[in-house]
């Protein structure tokens, strides 16, 4: 071979090499344009999750269901007719500083019709009955003054009012047990009375707490109402209690030791004076007397320090955070589109059927709970909430806030997507009448509805062995969520029900919020917290109503009495353990008391429905959190909803409630009766029943409570429970379910059947980064904080 043939040779090969690099390049090329337009168009066809073929419509109605809460449309006629020719028998003016003395609209809510005229219209498609509203109006102009409640209708645009008399009742309502107002505030420790505090006081303030209620700059003192302590809560007129604490954020962190008590004239109510004071864990008459005897030095003197640091739950910062810790949060998707559907205060989900309402009164409910088409419960709502504390301060040795008094509903504070409710939740607003404008107030984000996925199996088998059949069956309990926090003072309460995909509604309330504490004075009540802090022992209890309804009004309360039973032959003994039905004859049988040693499972049911081995088709009630305010009968800090944990009653239309907003001071007389529900012990058997449940917790502070109370250990549930009622678990109709099996139990090597419901081709979704930048538009939307309406 020649030089030449050689060079040619390698000119080939160079030519190969270059053409094979640049077919590599091309299929590269060609691969990573098909990738990245497989994307593009992947990113096209998928949807953002939770985006499509939504059905919620939460506007507000023009024709709002029996259920429905006042709408803003309702309020405005009410207030129009309110304040027009037809009512001038009310001499209503509107509330400002000086209306203590005069007739004023303190607050309105729907007034729910007789139970039997709904379910006329509901289920037998009846005409609606008339949209009516209770009204509390103040009557300072009366003497004695006075509160009075109106029935006021037809919504929207009212033709009368009716005073409402409810038989066993105070009628009126007297002055001294009325709920607080903002207008009472102005009154008591209002800018007027602050003022005087601080030049009467000025020196005992300073040299104490170094700090004053008026012109303080930095350091200043705030003044909150606390409950009459039960030693001092004798007398028949109206008094109000405050406590001194620091004004700065985690108020009730920093208290210091003064309190000051209110009283208002019996006659006329616009005049409030100062009826005592406690300083230093002394009582005073009046406040020169606390000034004469500071001066004389003849009483001990308290000295405390302007407090240096604010409780703060941010990172303490001491300690660079791993990579794994700086990561987001696992977040919930919805990647079909929402399971729910809302229309107005109507939610459909999966086989439930309900409507839901925020009452001002007495906070979030549910009416008219359908079950695969049947509706079980006519109501399940919450009542009332109390708070227990104790304490060796003078003034406040045994305070109970009763909540009701602050009207619980106008207290559910926005709920802050992902933190409170998933981002996913659909946000509801809440519409109210409130005293001091005449626009309704709206409650912005007040309830949340959401459908959550707890990780947690609903139920599940994996069965062990190819003989058990070699296969795996379970679900994930997803379920659907409505939730409502109610902030109080210091206290926060998250109230759930929730809907789970086997017939059980469940009822949680979760306890979080800051502490409320009490100077350190020798407490034998609480843990020192801090240098100066005790966080006293207290005890929550929440009252609801549930108004069974098992296949329609006639029903039964059994219980089934687990008990021990001895067995067999002389020589061989043993212990079985049975049940005993005990059918409850009267109201006053179905009173219970919590005993460990009794376990007893709670039945409700129509008698005529039986499945076909004749059992009862019932619904069982659970109370998983026993709490019990055991105080004696004579005790005057017990509330008649405490003393059981269950109380059954014939349903009538004047026992609507438990309590009543005027709870928190009418203890020796009370408005609202419920010891009289069952005194008269009617009937249970075959009769429209009401059930009451008492659930709570106790709470002995400690320092893990600074700076916030944890929800983790604070739940208090029950559940409603479907027993014998289907004839399996219903949930097995959810597409939830997974299933495995083998294709050949004997011979596994011929695979596996997977039965679930997998993504639909066409289905993907994204999510959307989450910020709450969206919600920063409207700062006082965001925390309506500012809107000084609410009365703690
Ligand atoms: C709820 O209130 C917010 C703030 O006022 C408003 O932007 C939103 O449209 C309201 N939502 C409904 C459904 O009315
Ligand atoms: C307060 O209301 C009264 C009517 O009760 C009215 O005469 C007075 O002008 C009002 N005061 C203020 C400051 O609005
Ligand atoms: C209460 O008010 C009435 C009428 O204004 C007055 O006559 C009476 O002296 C007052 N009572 C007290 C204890 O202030
Ligand atoms: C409440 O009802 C009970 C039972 O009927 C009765 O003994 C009591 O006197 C009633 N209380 C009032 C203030 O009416
Ligand atoms: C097991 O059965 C399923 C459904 O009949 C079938 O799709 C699958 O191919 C089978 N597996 C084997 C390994 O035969
Ligand atoms: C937050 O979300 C909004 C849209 O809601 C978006 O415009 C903004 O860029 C986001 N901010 C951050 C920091 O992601």
Same mark, same amino acid.
């Given at each position: 071979m020649g030089e030449k043939h050689r060079r040619q040779i390698g000119q080939w090969r160079c030519v190969t090499v270059t053409l094979l690099l640049v077919c590599s390049v091309l299929v590269i090329a060609i691969m990573a344009v098909a990738i990245i337009k497989n994307r593009y168009l992947d990113e096209r066809s998928a949807r953002l999750c939770g985006d499509e073929d939504s059905v919620i419509d939460i506007s507000e109605p023009e024709y709002p269901s029996v259920f429905h809460d006042l709408t803003s449309t309702e309020i405005r006629g009410l207030r129009r007719y309110l304040y027009s020719e037809a009512a001038k028998d009310l001499r209503l003016v509107k509330a400002n500083l000086t209306s203590m003395g005069k007739s004023f609209i303190y607050t309105a809510d729907i007034h729910l019709t007789d139970k039997i005229k709904v379910l006329f219209h509901t289920e037998m498609g009846g005409e609606r009955p008339p949209r009516e509203a209770k009204v509390i109006i103040f009557r300072g102009d009366a003497r004695p003054p006075t509160v009075e409640e109106y029935i006021v209708g037809p919504l929207p645009a009212p033709s009368y009012h009716r005073l409402l008399k409810v038989e066993n009742? =105070?009628? =009126?309502? =007297? &002055?001294? /047990?009325k709920p607080y107002s903002l207008t009472e505030l102005d009154a008591t420790i209002g800018v007027k009375h602050l003022e005087k505090l601080d030049s009467d006081l000025a020196e005992i303030l300073l040299e104490s707490y170094d700090a004053s209620f008026t012109n303080c700059k930095k350091k200043c003192l705030t003044l909150k109402f606390v409950p009459l302590s039960a030693e001092m809560d004798e007398s028949q007129s109206r008094r109000l209690l405050f406590q001194a604490f620091y004004d700065i954020k985690h108020y009730s962190l920093y208290p210091v030791d003064l309190m000051v008590l209110f009283k208002s004239n019996e006659t006329d109510a616009s005049v409030y004076y100062i009826d005592r004071l406690f300083y230093g864990n002394q009582e005073f008459k009046s406040v020169d007397d606390l000034q004469d005897k500071y001066i004389e030095g003849s009483i001990k003197k308290s000295s405390i320090s302007y407090p240096s640091l604010t409780a703060s739950?941010? =990172?303490? !910062? +001491?300690k660079p955070l791993t990579k794994e810790a700086r990561r987001r949060h696992p977040r919930l998707v919805e990647p079909d589109g929402k399971r729910y559907k809302i229309s107005h205060r109507k939610v459909d989900y999966m086989q439930w059927q309900f409507d839901f309402r925020l009452s001002p009164f007495t906070g979030p409910a549910l009416f008219d709970i359908h079950l695969k088409k049947e509706r079980h419960a006519y109501e399940v709502s919450l009542q009332e909430i109390a708070a227990f504390y104790y304490a060796s301060n003078e003034g406040a040795k045994t305070s109970a806030f009763i909540h009701g008094s602050v009207l619980l509903g106008t207290h559910a504070k926005p709920l802050i997507p992902g933190a409170d409710c998933p981002e996913t939740a659909t946000f509801i607003n809440s519409t109210f009448m409130v005293e001091k404008s005449d626009d309704p107030f709206v409650a912005h984000r007040s309830m949340c509805i959401f459908e959550q996925y707890t990780?947690?199996?609903l139920r599940r088998h994996m069965a062990y062995a190819t003989a058990e059949g070699g296969f795996y069956e379970g679900m994930a309990d997803s379920s659907l969520v409505v939730r409502t926090i109610l902030s109080i003072a210091n206290n926060d309460y998250i109230i759930d029900y929730i809907f789970h995909q086997n017939g059980i509604l469940e009822t949680k309330v979760t306890s979080t919020g800051f502490l409320h504490g009490s100077y350190h004075h020798n407490n034998r009540f609480g843990h020192r917290l801090r240098d100066d802090l005790v966080g006293n022992l207290n005890h929550r209890l929440f009252n609801f109503k549930v108004d069974l309804d098992v296949f329609g009004t006639s029903n039964r309360y059994q219980t089934l009495d687990i008990l021990s039973k001895k067995a067999g032959s002389k020589k061989n003994k043993f212990t079985q353990q049975v049940y005993r039905y005990d059918l409850k004859q009267t109201e006053s049988e179905s009173g219970y008391i919590y005993n460990y040693d009794r376990p007893k499972y709670h039945l409700f049911y129509n008698n005529k429905m039986k499945d076909k081995f004749f059992n009862p088709r019932a619904m069982r009630l659970y109370i998983q959190s026993m709490s019990n305010l055991r105080l004696p009968d004579d005790d005057k800090t017990s509330l008649p909803w405490a003393q059981h944990q269950i109380t059954v009653t014939q349903y009538k239309p004047t026992e609507e409630f438990s309590s009543s907003p005027y709870a928190q001071f009418d !203890?020796? &007389?009370?408005? /609202? &009766?419920?010891?009289?529900y069952s005194a008269d012990n009617e009937n249970l058997i075959d009769k429209d029943l009401v059930i009451w449940i008492t659930v709570g917790m106790y709470h002995i502070p400690h320092t893990e409570d600074i700076p916030l109370t944890s929800t983790v250990d604070k739940q208090s549930t029950f559940y409603i429970i479907p027993f014998n009622y289907f004839p399996r678990d219903p949930s097995v109709d959810s597409q939830d379910g997974i299933r495995v099996q083998y294709n050949n139990s004997q011979n596994p090597a011929d695979g596996v059947l997977i039965e679930s419901h997998e993504e639909l081709p066409g289905h993907r979704c994204i999510t959307t980064p989450f910020n709450?930048?969206?919600?920063? +538009? &409207?700062p006082d939307g965001l925390l309506q904080s500012k809107t000084k309406w609410s009365v703690l």
């Open positions: 009742r =105070p009628n =009126p309502i =007297p &002055n001294a /047990v739950s941010k =990172p303490s !910062g +001491d990780g947690t199996p !203890g020796e &007389n009370p408005v /609202v &009766n419920f010891t009289q709450l930048t969206a919600l920063t +538009d &409207n």
